[in-house]
Nanobody
Framework: QVQLEESGGGLVQAGGSLRLSCAAS?????????????VGWYRQAPGKQRELVAV???????NYPDSVKGRFTISRDNAKNTVYLQMNSLKPEDTAVYYC???????WGKGTLVTVSS
């Protein structure tokens, strides 16, 4: 079993930046899975469905939806068992709880709240 913990959320003005972190812990086997498999960042705004905003696959292949492309960057530091989400040029519509997930698994973090004021 792997545990995921997000951090880095907060209140920021429109146009600002935040960097979210998703740290993995657990057994050595579980952490190795985290390092080798895809990790996604998702968000859920009030009254809306959870949506994928970034994913990093094996080989550090990344993908983003058009809504965040060019503003968000996902990266990983395997030495720290951590995946990051750098968010720039934030907009009020980016306000949501952000979650990380080990793709294809039931493992999610508990989320971190990002609030962007206009």
């Amino acid at each position: 079993q792997v545990q995921l913990e997000e951090s880095g959320g907060g209140l920021v003005q429109a146009g600002g930046s935040l960097r979210l972190s998703c740290a993995a812990s657990g057994s050595i086997f579980s952490v190795s899975i985290f390092k080798e498999n895809g990790v996604g960042w998702y968000r859920q705004a009030p009254g809306k469905q959870r949506e994928l905003v970034a994913v990093i696959q094996s080989g550090d292949i990344t993908n983003y939806p058009d809504s965040v492309k060019g503003r968000f960057t996902i990266s990983r530091d395997n030495a720290k068992n951590t995946v990051y989400l750098q968010m720039n040029s934030l907009k009020p519509e980016d306000t949501a709880v952000y979650y990380c997930r080990l793709q294809g698994s039931p493992y999610w973090g508990k989320g971190t709240l990002v609030t962007v004021s206009s």
